[in-house]
T-cell receptor, first 114, second 114 residues
Framework: NAGVTQTPKFRILKIGQSMTLQCTQDMNHNYMYWYRQDPGMGLKLIYYSVGAGITDKGEVPNGYNVSRSTTEDFPLRLELAAPSQTSVYFC?????????????FGPGTRLTVL | GENVEQHPSTLSVQEGDSAVIKCTYSDSASNYFPWYKQELGKRPQLIIDIRSNVGEKKDQRIAVTLNKTAKHFSLHITETQPEDSAVYFCAASRPSGSARQLTFGSGTQLTVLP
């Protein structure tokens, strides 16, 4: 299993541009998450999904959108990129159940908005 | 919502010494507390977790303690080695809802000096 994969690894955007960060997992996990990690800070939840067709906002959703058309994929869309969105973005997934299951993280996407 | 505070932000220890990282949480309903290790440029990885019905859990050189009354939990690393150098994050989550959202602390940069 490849686990959780993310593309691209790095990206530089100009202010106002848009892009989609891709996330795929091959573990058949229903639950998927998007976090951002600012320098020297912890991870903050942007959006999450409990299954195909179901998404919900996390702590910092403004400026982002998500979709979940399949179990495997959970893309994050940035519209009108702003310098405040410069960050490292991590996607994660976990098995459903009691909730004590580990969240597995992808390798991250480092995004710079200039 | 939940708020997790983590201290210290940086910690340097001599190889072989012990390291302790402390976290406090605000939501008394939180009942799951994982710890993640993140090496430079890498993804966070779960190293140990504890549920609220347990006061202490140990895995080789790593242990976590939980004080539900005081709402704090700690990570203890004994006999530290240079490969323990990394950023450590604590997190907390509550059982309500099926997604088991994690709220992360801001991280502790641990440096083990040879």
């Amino acid at each position: 299993n490849a686990g959780v994969t993310q593309t691209p690894k790095f990206r530089i955007l100009k202010i106002g541009q848009s892009m989609t960060l891709q996330c795929t997992q091959d573990m058949n996990h229903n639950y998927m998450y998007w976090y951002r990690q600012d320098p020297g800070m912890g991870l903050k939840l942007i959006y999450y999904s409990v299954g195909a067709g179901i998404t919900d906002k996390g702590e910092v959703p403004n400026g982002y959108n998500v979709s979940r058309s399949t179990t495997e994929d959970f893309p994050l869309r940035l519209e009108l990129a702003a310098p405040s969105q410069t960050s490292v973005y991590f996607c994660a997934s976990r098995e459903p159940g009691q909730g004590y299951n580990e969240q597995f993280f992808g390798p991250g996407t480092r995004l710079t908005v200039l | 919502g939940e708020n997790v505070e983590q201290h210290p932000s940086t910690l340097s220890v001599q190889e072989g010494d012990s390291a302790v990282i402390k976290c406090t949480y605000s939501d008394s309903a939180s009942n799951y507390f994982p710890w993640y290790k993140q090496e430079l440029g890498k993804r966070p990885q779960l190293i140990i977790d504890i549920r609220s019905n347990v006061g202490e859990k140990k895995d080789q050189r790593i242990a976590v303690t939980l004080n539900k009354t005081a709402k704090h939990f700690s990570l203890h690393i004994t006999e530290t080695q240079p490969e323990d150098s990394a950023v450590y994050f604590c997190a907390a989550s509550r059982p309500s809802g099926s997604a088991r959202q994690l709220t992360f602390g801001s991280g502790t940069q641990l440096t083990v000096l040879p």
